[in-house]
Structure formats: structure tokens, C-alpha cells
């Protein structure tokens, strides 16, 4: 995960009407668990990975790192948000661009970019109702890829 620049972390809790996203917490560990090892949850993600190495290895409070939300539900962590800002290990139409609508309030002269699966019918119709239009398609993790932008909340 990479510097996030000037953003405080972690910030104060996101509250929407249903959820709230927050800083990860030692009573996530066992969510975090169950997450990677959900063969749904990773269909687009490479696949699931083994519970009991899960269990060895995960930290007693896991996904603390810049960029890194618990997605909360009714008190009870139910997924996880990821966002980084795009390095040149990215595709070239993402670098110097982040990939979280929330960021552009915070870091607002910067697009903010989205990345899936074209497979993943679900994420491509929120990218479109959040009005993220395609760069480009690719090859990645043996599927194709799809990459969406939105120009920055200032431009």
C-alpha cells in the first residue's frame, strides 16, 4: 500500500446511511479470515485463500495500513475498502491518480480511478452510476481487467 500524501490516517469514521467505513480493530481478525477465505468474496480477487493459513498468519489486527477501511455494518465488519494512489507499477492511464470517490474531498485536484474485472457485472454498473467511464481493458491475474476514470472534483 502506498503513502496517501497529506491525508491524516486513520481518518475519522465515513458514516453513510447504512454503513460506516473505519480503521480496522482486533475484533475485525476473525472477519478478515472469513473474508480471504470466501470463495465469493475472491471470485474476482484471485481466489480464496486457505482458512487455517489464514488463521496462522494473520495479524492480531489485520488491514492496518494506509488506504486500508473495515466496512461496517450494524457494528459487525462485513468487508474491507482498499485505495492507494497508482504508482508506475500501475496501468500508465492510472499513475498519479486515486482509486476512492472519498478522497476526492480530500485530495480534490486528483481523478480518481477504478479497476475490475469485466467479469464482475455488479462493480462495473456502480462504476457507471458513479460516473466512472472506461480508459482501457487489460489482462491481469488471468482474466480481463477494465479501468474506469472520473476527473477530479475541482476540474
Do not use: C
Request: glycine share 8%; proline share 8%.
Amino acid at each position: 500500500m502506498t503513502d496517501l500524501g497529506p491525508v491524516p490516517w486513520p481518518p475519522a469514521p465515513i458514516r453513510t446511511e447504512r454503513l460506516v467505513l473505519r480503521a480496522a480493530e482486533a475484533r475485525d481478525r476473525a472477519a478478515f479470515v472469513e473474508l480471504y477465505a470466501s470463495q465469493e468474496v475472491h471470485t474476482y480477487l484471485g481466489g480464496a485463500r486457505p482458512r487455517e493459513e489464514l488463521a496462522r498468519e494473520m495479524p492480531a489486527v489485520p488491514g492496518q495500513w494506509p488506504g486500508s477501511f473495515v466496512v461496517a455494518l450494524d457494528g459487525v465488519m462485513t468487508g474491507q475498502v482498499l485505495l492507494r494512489r497508482a504508482t508506475e507499477h500501475s496501468r500508465p492511464a492510472a499513475v498519479g491518480k486515486v482509486d476512492l470517490d472519498w478522497l476526492g474531498g480530500v485530495l480534490p485536484d486528483e481523478p480518481v480511478i477504478l479497476a475490475t474485472q469485466t467479469a464482475n457485472t455488479r462493480s462495473l454498473r456502480l462504476a457507471a452510476k458513479l460516473g466512472f467511464t472506461e480508459v482501457e481493458r487489460f489482462r491481469a491475474w488471468e482474466a480481463e481487467q477494465w479501468l474506469g476514470l472520473r476527473p477530479a472534483a475541482s476540474a
